[in-house]
Nanobody, 116 residues
């Protein structure tokens, strides 16, 4: 019954912005660390941003100052605000939920393409 659904991806010009959303169900959302990962063609999946239940955040160096992760525990939602997008941000972005005892769950991914 665990399900993570991402949406909000699309095509945007360099310098533009997108907001990704992830809706979680089937988990105790408020006690799970949530994260966003991405995978570009020919590259390994990498951590973009993560946020703990207490609100502590962690970002990849490549997105610091441009991306912001946030969560709404009342709505079981996690977001990724992406500003000043660059072509190298082009990738499939995946929502992740981590539980110490149960492990990881993944969304289906949403495509972000940054191109003029």
């Amino acid at each position: 019954q665990v399900q993570l659904v991402e949406y909000g991806g699309g095509l945007v010009q360099p310098g533009g912005s997108l907001r990704l959303s992830c809706a979680a169900s089937g988990i105790i959302f408020s006690i799970n660390t949530m994260g966003w990962y991405r995978q570009a063609p020919g590259k390994q999946r990498e951590l973009v941003a993560a946020i703990t239940p207490g609100g502590t955040t962690n970002y990849a160096d490549s997105v610091k100052g441009r991306f912001t992760i946030s969560r709404d525990n009342a709505k079981n939602m996690v977001y990724l605000q992406m500003n000043s997008l660059k072509p190298e941000d082009t990738a499939v972005y995946y929502c992740n939920s981590h539980s110490t005892w149960i492990g990881d769950y993944w969304g289906q991914g949403t495509q972000v393409t940054v191109s003029s």
